[in-house]
């Protein structure tokens, strides 16, 4: 076995897809993408999302307290690596990389049209922020794209490296003891 720093932990336990977290403040939309996030609990349904200061999105999450979560297939890849490369403080991402929008039904901030799904969420718990960086937010409502022919999601590894999502394995017989979970 080769020994790893303990700093490179998220290149094996970041389970989630890489998402575009979209905001609207002060008249303007904005769209970053994002690696650290997770799912916290089910009910309420709340995830947690890493968003720091050096994001431009931060100051605009801060004040208006909602966003979007936007899931891209595999076809956005390289933009969604474009979007992660450049600041919403000087360039309008929507404009530059031609993504189409929806307007939300619960929040200011847009919907990613061009997504296979996009979550729209409200923050609820801010007590990590100052120290972790950590928003806590709840889903409220759920787009999904069903006709979308391209449904595969990356997951960050690291240093511009992905994992793609291919099949399902679907287990749930066995699946006894969450039964009574959605």
Partial sequence: ?????????????????IVLLTTRHRGRSNVMTLGFHMMIQHSPPLIGCVIGPWDHSYQALKETGECVIAIPALDLAETVVDIGNCSGATVDKFQRFGLKTRPA????????????????CRVTDTSLVDAYNLFVMEAKTIWI?????????????GGGSFTVDGGTLDLRERMVKWRHLP
Wanted: hydrophobic share 35%; proline share 7%.
């Fill in 145 to 157: 794209d069903e006709t979308r022919k391209e449904q595969r999601t990356m997951h960050h590894r």
């Fill in 105 to 120: 039904k619960d929040v200011g901030a847009p919907l990613v049209a061009d997504c296979l799904a996009n979550i729209e």
């Fill in 1 to 17: 076995m080769k020994e790893v720093p303990g700093s490179q932990a998220y290149r094996l336990l970041e389970l989630g897809p």
